[in-house]
């Protein structure tokens, strides 16, 4: 069972790390083992799991849910309802929004969407998540695409706006047509147009 610290004034019997310029509001919640670097920002209700490691600059939202083992690169924002699984890999500035069709002059916080991001999913830098949608587990999205839609799990995305050009495997590597792992020797099968471990 994961333990969440509830950050009061100060960490107490915590084990996670956080460098002196993180700004970490009372009331967040963050896990045994993670780490927050240089000038990141969370926000009061946020919730961080066990062993993350959050690089520099990156902002996680009062309403926004990250897993264990959890890997944000510098410079990302996770905004309220983004709400990121265990085992993801967030690549440097890469985007998520949580409104599809904000105004200055017009309040929209009652309209902001979920989007989910499951298990072992690999975002690229500079990828951009629209809101709303979900990222299927170990899915891959390629540095620069930009997503509008769900992603079906294992599946490789790239360019604007992105498109499914490939299956990948649960350690990330491009499956050819024998959709057998060349480094852990996984076979997979594809059953109504979803890849899958199992036949």
């Known amino acids: 069972m994961a333990t969440l610290w509830v950050v009061e004034k100060q960490k107490e019997m915590s084990t996670y790390y956080s460098h002196e310029t993180a700004v970490i509001d009372p009331g967040a919640m963050i896990g045994d083992g993670t780490k927050i670097w240089h000038f990141c920002h969370i926000m009061t209700g946020a919730k961080i799991g066990e062993d993350c490691i959050l690089g520099q600059n990156v902002f996680v939202g009062e309403k926004a849910v990250i897993g264990n ?5 510098n410079n990302v924002s996770l905004y309220d309802l983004v709400e990121i699984g265990d085992d993801v890999f967030c690549g440097p500035s890469c985007v998520f929004t949580n409104v599809i069709n904000p105004r200055a002059a017009v309040e929209r916080k009652a309209e902001f969407k979920v989007t989910k991001v499951e298990k072992g999913v690999t975002i690229g830098a500079n990828a951009t998540i629209v809101c709303g949608i ?3 587990e170990f899915s891959f999205i390629g540095a620069g695409a930009v997503v509008t839609h769900d992603v079906l799990p ?11 050009t490939g299956w990948v495997s649960r350690s990330g590597v491009v499956l050819d047509d024998s959709l057998v792992c060349p480094e852990t020797g996984e076979r997979y099968f594809i059953v109504d147009g979803l890849l899958s471990l199992n036949s």
């Open 134 to 136: 979900t990222l299927g």
């Open 154 to 164: 294992y599946a490789l995305m790239v360019g604007v706006p992105a498109r499914q």
């Open 69 to 73: 083992r959890v890997k944000v690169q």
